[in-house]
Every structure is written in C-alpha cells, then in structure tokens.
C-alpha cells in the first residue's frame, strides 16, 4: 500500500515539474524539487519494511498528508474551472495521501500490545509518542503544507476591468516573463504602479487603484508573476517580483503621456515587501506606500523577532517554498531600507505589523522613511476600516512627493 500510494505521488510531481509546469516555467525550474521527490520517495519505499512501527505512521503521515494538501489545489480547482493541466494526477495524488494516512492510522492499531513492559511503562511510550507527533505537526507538516500552498495555489478568474477607463496591457517583465494588467492613463500627470498581495492577483488591488484615480493619478495594476494571467512560477513571498516591478516601470516610462519623474508605487502586504526591495536598488520611483509590509524571508523574520517558537516554523516554510519554486528570496528588507533614497511610507495594522515596520523604520535613520500605524485596523484593510484617514494620508503623501510645484 505504501509504495503503490508513493508511486501514485511521484508520478503527479513528475507531471507538474515537468508536464504541465504551466506557462512561461522553464523546463528546469522545478528540477531540484522533482529530483526530491523522486529520490525522496523512494528512498522512502526503500526504508518503510526497516522501520519500526511508529516510524512508519509517522513517515506515511508526513508524506501523506503533503500529498493531500498538493492534491486538493488540484480538486479545487477542477471543481471550479473543469480538469486540466495536472489536475488529473493532481485528483489521484489526493487518493493516495488519503491512503497513506489511513495507512498511518492503522499501523499503530495493527501492533498494539508487542511492546513488552509494564502498563505503565506502555501508556508514558503512548503520552510521550502523543507529544513527538503534535511537535511534528506542528514544526514539520503544517509548515510544510503552509509552503506546498504558497507556491501551489491556482489562479481565480480575473473577470472584467473596474471600468471602460482601464486598458488591459500586457508587458514583459525584467527576465522575459510575460504580465498582464490593467492600465488607466493619468490625469494630474503622475501614475502609481498598484502591486497585490501574495496569494492574490490584481483583483485585489482595485481599492487602492480606484483610490488613487478618485485624485487624478494613473494607474498601472498587474498580475506578479503565476498568478492571474500572467505567466512565471507562483511565490506568495515575492521571490522574483522585483523583475516585475522592473517590466512595469519600463512599459510606463515609453508611454507618452507618462512623466518618468513622477512615476509611484503602491504595495499590499507581499506586494509592500517587494517595493521596500525596489525602493532601497532603483531610484526611479518617485515615492513608495509599503502597507502591510512584514517578512520576505527567513532572514527578514530573524532580523525582526529573533529567536523564538517560530523560528523552526519560518524556517521549514522558506526552505520549503525555495525547493518547491525554484526560487531564491531577494535581498533582506532591513538592508534596503537604509538605502532608500525617495520617500517611503510604512503603513502597518494591528499588532503583528508593528515591530515589523518599526524595525525597518529604525534602521532606515534619516533616510525619507516614515512609519503610520493603526492599530485596530485589519491587514492591510485600512482602505475599508479606517478608509477617511487612509486616502487622505496616502494621498497626501503621493501629492507631495509626485504633484508639480
């Protein structure tokens, strides 16, 4: 049962590492991972007869469990958008998770009673058993399952222009991979580039875009990379986006009505993290709204919070996500922001941003940053709870930095 399930599992990886990568993913982009799970699994196989008992629950379980979570993007997204690419081996890898965590679960039953001692002795084996698998739960799978998603999850229909004013343009990012969004050309003479959050896609922009055109700016919200309708490899932390904010600010500055001087930025969350990035390697942006902004790797979320219960989680995350995207993070948010030359503002929201923003805004020392904070308001959805305050600090930020004289 075991390798019949792992066979099933490797077969749906080799599929979307290779098959249907999806499009604008190199051939070897998903190399390292298929490689893993190949030679992971079995390896796998390989050991399973050797182990004893628990370890083979608790190896069925992990691997299991990795399968179902992949798998179920895929009969989600069958569900709602019709079978295709890999989501056929994608449906089949969710059997066979399902089996290796049945198969988990009754191993354990299978072999009660061989372990000689007394019943006391058997039940603290059984308390202390209880207590290694929610540890592992808790700084292995979940992290792990968390990552598989970040890098995993499907594309939701994009769905029409906010309005007739909103072209949809397509350009190419620094690397070559191909964008999609929407543009709406400026009337004050200054335009904003809009960047989503991670998991997202330009749809969840359209507040802060409709913002921002209420004030006569132009704006240019798109698709980062493998998400929407634009191609590339999915990373909900960012990793890659700077060569897409790098493709924006080119289509924009060879559009005649665009003044390349007066060109801005707007992030969300992921998309905040990036535009630190930006903003501390490239001078062409004029002024930066960085809200939600927090961790963009391993090292960010170290430099921020230092050792603690989460650390183990962050770093089996980010360890995660680079094996399954194929991908690198880019340069630590601190460093850039003390080298940020044009105005930055951090918006941070409810107590878990804070010593984020704090921290970069610190480090910053008399570099143009500044820090707003809200504390009651959600992730980034000041726009909404706190939305007088917030279009007018954001705007009049922009129209400081961007209006003529």
Same mark, same amino acid.
């Given at each position: 049962?075991?390798?019949?399930?792992?066979?099933?599992?490797?077969?749906?990886?080799?599929?979307?590492?290779?098959?249907?990568?999806?499009?604008?993913?190199?051939?070897?982009?998903?190399?390292?991972?298929?490689?893993?799970?190949?030679?992971?699994?079995?390896? =796998?196989?390989?050991?399973?007869?050797?182990?004893?008992?628990?370890?083979?629950?608790?190896?069925?379980?992990?691997?299991?469990?990795?399968?179902?979570?992949?798998?179920?993007?895929?009969?989600?997204?069958?569900?709602?958008?019709?079978?295709?690419?890999?989501?056929?081996?994608?449906?089949?890898?969710?059997?066979?998770?399902?089996?290796?965590?049945?198969?988990?679960?009754?191993?354990?039953?299978?072999?009660?009673?061989?372990?000689?001692?007394?019943?006391?002795?058997?039940?603290?084996?059984?308390?202390?058993?209880?207590?290694?698998?929610?540890?592992?739960?808790?700084?292995?799978?979940?992290?792990?399952?968390?990552?598989?998603?970040?890098?995993?999850?499907?594309?939701?229909?994009?769905?029409?222009?906010?309005?007739?004013?909103?072209?949809?343009?397509?350009?190419?990012?620094?690397?070559?991979?191909?964008?999609?969004?929407?543009?709406?050309?400026?009337?004050?003479?200054?335009?904003?580039?809009?960047?989503?959050?991670?998991?997202?896609?330009?749809?969840?922009?359209?507040?802060?875009?409709?913002?921002?055109?209420?004030?006569?700016?132009?704006v240019l919200l798109y698709d980062a990379r493998g998400r929407g309708r634009s191609a590339g490899v999915q990373n909900a932390w960012g990793w890659g986006w700077p060569k897409d904010v790098a493709g924006a600010l080119a289509f924009l500055k060879a559009r005649p009505e665009v003044d390349p001087g007066r060109i801005g930025a707007l992030g969300l969350s992921t998309g905040a993290d990036v535009l630190?990035?930006?903003?501390?390697?490239?001078?062409?942006?004029?002024?930066?709204?960085?809200?939600?902004?927090?961790?963009?790797?391993?090292?960010?979320?170290?430099?921020?919070?230092?050792?603690?219960?989460?650390?183990?989680?962050?770093?089996?995350?980010?360890?995660?996500?680079?094996?399954?995207?194929?991908?690198?993070?880019?340069?630590?948010?601190?460093?850039?922001?003390?080298?940020?030359?044009?105005?930055?503002?951090?918006?941070?929201?409810?107590?878990?941003?804070?010593?984020?923003?704090?921290?970069?805004?610190?480090? =910053?020392?008399?570099?143009?940053?500044?820090?707003?904070?809200?504390?009651?308001?959600?992730?980034?959805?000041?726009?909404?709870?706190?939305?007088?305050?917030?279009?007018?600090?954001?705007?009049?930020?922009?129209?400081?930095?961007?209006?003529?004289?």
């Open positions: 049962m075991f390798g019949g399930a792992m066979a099933v599992a490797i077969v749906h990886a080799l599929d979307d590492a290779f098959l249907h990568r999806g499009p604008g993913v190199a051939l070897g982009q998903h190399l390292l991972a298929a490689a893993l799970a190949v030679g992971g699994g079995l390896g =796998a196989v390989a050991v399973f007869p050797a182990l004893r008992p628990g370890l083979r629950a608790g190896l069925a379980f992990l691997l299991g469990s990795l399968a179902v979570v992949n798998g179920a993007m895929h009969l989600k997204h069958a569900g709602g958008s019709g079978m295709s690419g890999s989501d056929l081996t994608g449906v089949l890898a969710v059997l066979a998770g399902l089996v290796l965590v049945a198969l988990a679960a009754s191993i354990p039953w299978r072999h009660r009673g061989e372990v000689a001692g007394s019943r006391r002795r058997r039940r603290a084996r059984r308390v202390l058993a209880a207590l290694l698998s929610l540890l592992a739960f808790v700084f292995v799978v979940l992290p792990m399952a968390v990552a598989i998603t970040e890098t995993h999850k499907f594309r939701e229909p994009i769905g029409a222009p906010p309005d007739a004013s909103y072209r949809e343009v397509a350009f190419d990012a620094s690397d070559g991979v191909r964008l999609s969004g929407w543009y709406r050309p400026t009337r004050n003479g200054a335009t904003i580039v809009v960047l989503h959050g991670g998991g997202g896609d330009r749809t969840g922009a359209v507040a802060h875009a409709r913002l921002l055109v209420r004030h006569g700016y132009g630190v990035q930006v903003a501390g390697q490239r001078t062409d942006l004029a002024a930066v709204v960085a809200d939600g902004t927090a961790a963009s790797s391993f090292e960010d979320a170290n430099a921020v919070l230092g050792l603690s219960p989460t650390t183990p989680i962050y770093a089996v995350d980010f360890l995660t996500v680079g094996v399954t995207s194929g991908t690198t993070p880019g340069p630590a948010l601190q460093d850039m922001a003390q080298r940020v030359t044009s105005p930055l503002l951090l918006v941070s929201a409810g107590p878990p941003e804070k010593p984020f923003a704090d921290h970069y805004d610190r480090v =910053a020392g008399d570099r143009p940053v500044e820090h707003w904070h809200l504390p009651h308001a959600g992730h980034t959805a000041a726009i909404r709870e706190a939305a007088p305050a917030y279009e007018r600090r954001v705007v009049t930020f922009f129209d400081r930095a961007l209006r003529r004289r």
